[in-house]
T-cell receptor
Framework: DTGVSQDPRHKITKRGQNVTFRCDPISEHNRLYWYRQTLGQGPEFLTYFQNEAQLEKSRLLSDRFSAERPKGSFSTLEIQRTEQGDSAMYLC???????????????FGPGTRLTVL | AQSVAQPEDQVNVAEGNPLTVKCTYSVSGNPYLFWYVQYPNRGLQFLLKYITGDNLVKGSYGFEAEFNKSQTSFHLKKPSALVSDSALYFCAVRAAGYSSASKIIFGSGTRLSIRP
């Protein structure tokens, strides 16, 4: 399967602990996105990368959240000192962006469901 | 600011009947519009997109959507619903252009329920 993969699929943690999620995009895609989805809501944008550069961050992304894409391939999203309000599905997506080419849709991974106790 | 509205939380349709899931949007400039579907415990799957050109776009699983610029709408349609179409559907928008903010804004979703 050459789609977007995310690991782990589920994570249960205690409040105050740190967690890290990994996303592997489709290999030829240069853009990678992180979203958060809570029950009954659409995905909310958190941040995105073009290659290894983090180009935009949402105001939703507090100082406890950090994302990296060190080699322009996989990405990690870390949440420090987790809070119960962080419980959500964290989705990763990737796309191919080329100047002058029609916008290409984002392909989503299965998500990581985080539960903070 | 970009926004998307899906006015119906749930749409119920009998199998074999046509279905419509409504979406309106607000964006500066020309929009790129998308529909995604989400099945339980799975990520979002792309259905179709409008970038430019014909107002009626066709997508996966027999779905289509009509872009209406004057009404700022992008309703999802299917001529004959299947029970397997039951899922959560999201409309999404972003501003056109390579240099525009790349984030996509999603609506709150519409749960489609097809009864046999």
């Amino acid at each position: 399967d050459t789609g977007v993969s995310q690991d782990p699929r589920h994570k249960i943690t205690k409040r105050g602990q740190n967690v890290t999620f990994r996303c592997d995009p489709i290999s030829e895609h240069n853009r990678l996105y992180w979203y958060r989805q809570t029950l009954g809501q659409g995905p909310e944008f958190l941040t995105y990368f073009q290659n290894e550069a983090q180009l935009e961050k949402s105001r939703l992304l507090s100082d406890r959240f950090s994302a990296e894409r060190p080699k322009g391939s996989f990405s990690t999203l870390e949440i420090q000192r987790t809070e119960q309000g962080d419980s959500a599905m964290y989705l990763c997506a990737s796309s191919l962006a080329i100047r002058g080419i029609t916008y290409n849709e984002q392909f989503f991974g299965p998500g990581t469901r985080l539960t903070v106790l | 600011a970009q926004s998307v509205a899906q006015p119906e939380d749930q749409v119920n349709v009998a199998e074999g009947n046509p279905l419509t899931v409504k979406c309106t949007y607000s964006v500066s400039g020309n929009p790129y519009l998308f529909w995604y579907v989400q099945y339980p415990n799975r990520g979002l799957q792309f259905l179709l997109k409008y970038i430019t050109g014909d107002n009626l776009v066709k997508g996966s699983y027999g779905f289509e959507a009509e872009f209406n610029k004057s009404q700022t709408s992008f309703h999802l349609k299917k001529p004959s619903a299947l029970v397997s179409d039951s899922a959560l559907y999201f409309c999404a928008v972003r501003a056109a252009g390579y240099s525009s903010a790349s984030k996509i804004i999603f609506g709150s979703g519409t749960r489609l329920s097809i009864r046999p």
